[in-house]
């Protein structure tokens, strides 16, 4: 309840911002530990601005000029964990999870039912393995015999060796690397694996005009989600 059951609020984003923007006027290292369940959402928060806040993180997080390691230590949620972590390069602890939604929220939407939260994170496929299978983490780090909690200390020193393992070769760079590396990096997730990303296909032999209508038709709701996921 202190901070807030780990939601950050506006002002916390915009804090952890002028902190980067610091370290990179001085040349500094950023660092972030990311453990949150997303960003907090209530009526104050929205009026404050919370999406403007995450939003003006992505943006100034990709061009800060200097190197950046992003460590998801528990959970990493939606734009709340993105708001800290667009990086140079993003680890993750052995069972920590990375996804755009909590699994039972997801269940809850596609399925009406919370309780199937397991079958919802199976098909978000939200572990470290496979965010490291899908290139959205750099990297895996191992936790002691029953996580990390167990033994904080042995956590800690695997979480040092890696990020200072990264820094040392991000610090080797120039700035103008840093910056396209970072931008070929986001600019690739995401991308189809067959056929071509940028120019999809026309549907049915249509033809694709410029300032004509798109041939591409909405699908059903109840179309569009797979009964077998």
């Known amino acids: 309840q202190k901070r807030n059951f780990g939601y950050p609020r506006p002002e916390g984003y915009r804090k952890a911002l002028r902190l ?26 929205e009026e404050r601005g919370i999406s403007e806040a995450i939003a003006r993180n992505l943006r100034e997080m990709m061009v800060l000029p200097t190197p950046t390691v992003a460590v998801i230590i528990g959970e990493g949620g939606s734009g709340g964990a993105l708001g800290i972590a667009v990086a140079d390069r993003v680890l993750m602890l052995e069972h920590s999870i990375y996804s755009v939604i909590a699994p039972e929220g997801c269940a809850a939407i596609i399925w009406r039912d919370p309780t ?12 470290a ?6 290139g959205l983490v750099d990297e895996v780090i191992a936790e002691p015999l029953g996580g990390a909690h ?7 020193a695997a979480i040092k060796e890696a990020v200072t393992r990264h820094l040392a070769e991000l610090s080797g760079r120039s700035t ?27 549907t049915s ?24 996921v």
């Open 116 to 127: 199937r939260g397991a079958d919802a994170a199976k098909a978000m496929r939200v572990t």
């Open 129 to 134: 393995k496979d965010a490291l299978s899908l």
């Open 205 to 228: 032999g249509a033809v694709i005009h410029a300032n004509g209508p798109s041939p591409f038709q909405p699908v059903a709701a109840t179309e569009a989600i797979p009964q077998g």
């Open 150 to 156: 167990r033994a904080p200390d042995i956590a800690g």
């Open 20 to 45: 980067m923007q610091m370290a990179g006027r001085f040349g500094r290292p950023v660092v972030t530990l990311v453990d949150t369940p997303g960003a907090d959402s209530n009526v104050p928060s």
């Open 176 to 202: 103008e690397e840093l910056l396209a590396m970072r931008f070929a990096k986001y600019r690739a997730l995401g991308r189809f694996t067959g056929g071509d990303a940028e120019t999809p296909p026309p």
